[in-house]
């Protein structure tokens, strides 16, 4: 039989890349880029290993139960049927639904960024919440959630996609797409082969770095005070965009100094309108703006950015303040000098950077685990959002801009959690404004939940793949939780180590082997446009089945049929593409994908304004200080850990193109990219410590220790070391044996500190030392 050509996409990554898959009796020989998909043009190692994966000897093909006790050294597991294994399940969930509350189950979702949940994310999640459970381990608070949600404090949308293709200066803030999204490195680099300029901030000496106009090596875990620093600059010498800033971010809203709250019309006389906020105007003359309308009622140009006075508000004087100046004041508390003494960045590179940033008209920004994985990640996103506001370049041609090229409807279920549910989410009273409001939880808040029963017990844990003993920090407590569970279930492709834990264990589907929807490839705004139903490539491998298919049965025996569209998937997908005017059978028809007739539109606030508060950027956030968090991001002295003599270094985490996460370790061609984990360092660094290239390390925190093989990098900031997390097989270093996890990174990652609004931790600058193993 003839090899067949399938039109497809990868979801191996957050990439999505384009390409054609080809399969001969029901195997899939390998897959090729296509050129012709907006994010085609390349493969990387990950994704042409797919054909390893699909078919490695080592896939789970049956659900299994456990039939061995819980702790055992060598778990044992039976072949069950799917309708046993699944009736079991949700007989155990309906059970602790029905005596103790839907919360009382909690859930795993592996990242849709970084897997083969990428297309099938939004039905287990609308599983999830229509079963009730407000508990969903997604770790987005060490992953997406800086710049996916911590912005909406500033924009109110995301950071939206970088236009690269038509920006003057492109900017790679603690982002390195080389390793972790080819396709949008593929246009960076056009940008820059037509002549934009690059701008990259990253302790270490990256492709991009190395490349780039102005490279700013700053130390991990600093960069709100580098971006403070910058904006700093831009303001003092008046190189930013006042007209954009007065127009359309809150700068000019007048600010009382005795609660902090925006002035309000209704703050002056009995009956004044408290959606009209005031600004400062010539001569004293107050200014007026409807935040309910999200329109000036008088001439924004006028506006006095920098005002300082005192208001007679019902007789009494209150001293009030822009909200400009009160950002200005936090950034000019970080002048070149301390900026240079935290972060490591000379003055020069600082002044060159600002430079940089004035004289370009056109700025597109990426930002992503560098600066999120911090205990000031909410503020630190806050500072870099707002240095980004004052260039004017949100929402614009060459900017950043938020939304679809059409819309469509969301089915993963938020409307389906109460407000009484929502309020039960773990973590959510110490972080009201963090993931938890989504129904998205911190592992650690479940493991305490389940190991010690606070504040309530979770019971049962039914992971849609993931392997969170390899993935998240806390290794003791979440074994001692895994133990006391009632009911564990895992569906994933492999017998990984925290499925190794589970009670029952099921077969998941890649998406060669099964459709998969996505509405708009994010690569950049042309890529927006393309609709595209992946058909599957080859049959399921034994009876494994899509993560789809698991959640919407396990939905039908719960009796959930009515929120989950009738348990039929394409009833669903119709739904999400109603408003775009696609249909289904127009879809299958091409399964290259379609685009849309129209692109993605510019300046989206010019019509409504931004949906804050406000209806405006907010460089002043009233819903930070209503929930006790600094308004403006400032910052009084350098986060972190206080400086250790026997932790001396800077620990973070660093990927690699060869593996996503916990994934790909056992697939042969990945392997040979990448045999062993590693520790990067400065050539001083490795040689006051007796190291040399390839030696086996051991690397200790205050929580704990691994092993990883010494790579010395010229270039890289010396002060600090950078390893790969996500290791959970064994890997032959001296002392380690078989241990799956004595090179994982998380095993020594700290929790005592962590961000107060998302929880995300400094797992890019954690204290640490090293030494030659053994």
């Known amino acids: 039989m003839a090899e067949t050509a399938v039109p497809a996409f990868c979801t191996q990554c957050r990439s999505r890349c384009g390409c054609t898959a080809f399969v001969e009796e029901g195997r899939l020989l390998r897959i090729e880029p296509d050129p012709t998909h907006p994010s085609g043009e390349k493969l990387c190692p990950k994704g042409r290993a797919a054909p390893e994966l699909v078919h490695h000897p080592d896939r789970l093909t049956h659900p299994l139960r456990r039939v061995s006790p819980k702790g055992a050294a ?112 593929g246009e960076v680099q056009k940008a820059m082969r037509r002549g934009a300029r690059l701008f990259v901030v990253d302790p270490r000496p990256t492709l991009f770095a190395r490349r780039a106009d102005v490279w700013l ?69 107050l200014l007026r703006y409807h935040s309910g309308r999200g329109e000036w009622l008088d001439d924004p140009e006028a506006a006095d950015l920098r005002h300082e006075g005192v208001i007679e508000t019902a007789g009494v004087p209150v001293p009030v303040r822009t909200a400009f100046t009160i950002f200005a ?118 493991w305490r939940a389940a190991a010690e029963g606070a504040p309530y017990p979770v019971r049962m844990l ?63 705004l042309e890529g927006l446009r393309r609709v595209q139903l992946r058909p599957a490539a080859i049959p399921p491998v034994g009876e494994a089945r899509s993560d789809v298919d698991v959640a919407l049965a396990l939905a039908a025996r719960l009796g959930l049929e009515e929120k989950m569209f009738g348990c039929d998937a394409d009833a669903g997908h119709a739904h999400h593409l109603a408003p775009a005017g696609i249909g289904l059978e127009a879809l299958r028809a091409e399964p290259a994908g379609v685009d849309l007739p129209g692109p993605v539109p510019l300046r989206p606030y ?14 002043y956030s009233e819903t930070l200080l209503a929930h006790g968090q600094p308004p403006v991001p400032a910052l009084a002295a350098a986060p972190g850990e206080a400086e250790d003599a026997d932790f001396p270094l800077r620990l973070g985490g660093a990927k690699t193109v060869a593996y996503c996460h916990s994934q790909g370790r056992n697939l042969p061609s990945l392997r040979r990219l990448a045999p062993d984990p590693v520790l990067e360092m400065a050539p001083e660094t490795a040689a006051s410590r007796g190291l040399a290239e390839g030696d086996w390390a051991e690397v200790r925190t205050r929580a704990g220790r691994f092993l990883a093989r010494a ?64």
């Open 74 to 185: 060598e778990p044992r597991f039976e072949p069950v049927s799917w309708d046993e294994a699944l009736d079991a399940v949700a007989a155990a969930m309906a059970a602790v639904r029905d005596r103790y509350g839907p919360e009382q189950v909690a859930f795993g979702v592996t990242t849709p960024s970084g897997s083969h949940m990428s297309d099938g994310i939004a039905w287990v999640e609308r599983f999830i919440r229509a079963f009730g459970s407000p508990n969903t381990i997604y770790a987005t608070e060490i992953c997406n959630w800086s710049k996916d949600h911590s912005s909406c404090l500033t924009y109110g949308w995301d950071t939206g996609t970088p236009d690269f293709a038509r920006c003057d200066l492109a900017v790679l803030w603690g982002w390195n797409p080389a390793a972790t999204w080819l396709a949008r490195s």
């Open 217 to 285: 090596r700053v130390r991990p875990g600093t960069d709100q005070a580098l971006a403070l620093g910058l904006a700093h600059l831009l303001i003092a010498s008046g190189r930013f965009d006042e007209a954009f800033a007065r127009r359309w971010t809150n700068a000019a809203f007048l600010v009382r100094v005795d609660d902090g709250r925006l002035l309000r019309e209704s703050n002056l006389r009995e009956g004044g309108d408290p959606e009209t906020l005031l600004a400062a105007g010539p001569g004293g003359a």
């Open 329 to 446: 004041e936090a950034a000019a508390a970080w002048p070149p000098a301390r900026v240079a003494e935290v972060t490591g960045v000379s003055e020069a590179d600082l002044a060159r950077a600002a430079d940089l940033i004035a004289e370009s008209p056109r700025i597109a920004y990426g930002v992503w685990n560098g600066v999120g994985q911090s205990e000031t990640a909410t503020q630190t996103d806050r500072a870099i959002s707002i240095l980004y506001s004052l260039t004017g370049s949100y929402g614009d041609a060459g900017g950043n801009v938020p939304g679809a090229a059409a819309p469509f409807a969301d089915i993963s279920g938020q409307d389906l959690l109460g407000d009484a549910q929502r309020a039960k989410a773990l973590g959510i009273a110490e972080r009201p404004l963090g993931p938890g409001r989504f129904g998205w939880v911190t592992a650690r808040d479940v």
């Open 606 to 619: 010019a019509s409504a304004g931004f949906p804050t508060p406000t209806r405006r950027i907010e460089i």
């Open 711 to 774: 790579r010395i990098v010229e270039g890289l900031e010396p002060g600090a070391v950078f390893a790969q997390h996500g290791w959970a097989v064994p890997v032959g270093a001296p002392g380690a044996g078989a241990a799956p996890l004595a090179a994982s990174l998380n095993a020594a990652a700290p929790t005592d500190r962590a961000d107060p609004v998302s929880g995300s931790l400094p797992l890019r600058a954690m204290r640490c030392e090293i030494a030659r193993a053994g």
């Open 462 to 524: 039914v992971s849609f793949g993931g392997n969170l003993l390899a993935s998240q920090p806390d290794l003791a407590l979440a074994r001692r939780a895994l133990a006391a569970l009632e009911m564990h279930v895992h569906v994933d492709f492999f017998l990984n180590e925290t499925a190794r834990e589970a009670d029952y264990v099921l077969p998941a589907a890649t998406s060669w082997e099964r459709e998969g929807l996505r509405a708009g490839f994010d690569v950049s």
